[in-house]
T-cell receptor, first 111, second 116 residues
Framework: DAKTTQPPSMDCAEGRAANLPCNHSTISGNEYVYWYRQIHSQGPQYIIHGLKNNETNEMASLIITEDRKSSTLILPHATLRDTAVYYCIVREPWGAQKLVFGQGTRLTINP | GAVVSQHPSRVICKSGTSVKIECRSLDFQATTMFWYRQFPKQSLMLMATSNEGSKATYEQGVEKDKFLINHASLTLSTLTVTSAHPEDSSFYIC????????????FGEGSRLTVL
């Protein structure tokens, strides 16, 4: 079973920051927070992951609360191409550890 | 980033036939690959974990005799849907992680199977 909870859908205006929340209150000490997104009829795309420190890359920023029970993915300047289903997943970072998907958040970027 | 390729991207077959889907890691070695399937407007459901050189581990409720998985090399895993039926029509997706990577899984483009 997925160990994360996300809102089923969100809307954001183009050019604004999109902030996607995720609750993972049962996360264990060895588990990282991963974010993926899936654009319609494509395979999921890796976005970012982190353990406890905030992370930033060319796609997004990941803010993890100090108690690690929740996190927020931030797309700083959303574009129409960011419309997708975003999945927040907790997982240990070892190769054989499977990724269990929850229902994700369907983010719609509006012009 | 690492590239995972699936083939075919789309396949249509008749009921009762078998279909093979390939998953390749193009620029890295993967001891473990995962197979998912996804029905319309639903999330990805993990079917099985494919380990190079050993038998796959199937999730509860997934028939191992119907969904044959072979992981013969560090860059190739195959999923064969045997005696396919219309209810097997779905989007099948594989993923893989680098042996010495930072833990992120990379996904293929997916294979859409339609069984008539």
């Amino acid at each position: 079973d997925a160990k994360t909870t996300q809102p089923p859908s969100m809307d954001c205006a183009e050019g604004r920051a999109a902030n996607l929340p995720c609750n993972h209150s049962t996360i264990s000490g060895n588990e990282y927070v991963y974010w993926y997104r899936q654009i319609h009829s494509q395979g999921p795309q890796y976005i970012i992951h982190g353990l406890k420190n905030n992370e930033t890359n060319e796609m997004a920023s990941l803010i993890i609360t100090e108690d690690r029970k929740s996190s927020t993915l931030i797309l700083p300047h959303a574009t129409l191409r960011d419309t997708a289903v975003y999945y927040c997943i907790v997982r240990e970072p070892w190769g054989a550890q499977k990724l269990v998907f929850g229902q994700g958040t369907r983010l719609t970027i509006n012009p | 980033g690492a590239v995972v390729s699936q083939h075919p991207s789309r396949v249509i077959c008749k009921s009762g036939t078998s279909v093979k889907i390939e998953c390749r890691s193009l620029d890295f070695q993967a001891t473990t690959m995962f197979w998912y399937r996804q029905f319309p407007k639903q999330s990805l459901m993990l079917m099985a974990t494919s380990n190079e050189g050993s038998k796959a581990t199937y999730e509860q409720g997934v028939e191992k005799d119907k969904f044959l998985i072979n992981h013969a090399s560090l860059t190739l895993s195959t999923l064969t849907v045997t005696s396919a039926h219309p209810e097997d029509s779905s989007f099948y997706i594989c993923s893989a992680t680098e042996i010495a990577g930072a833990g992120e899984l990379f996904f293929g483009e997916g294979s859409r199977l339609t069984v008539l």
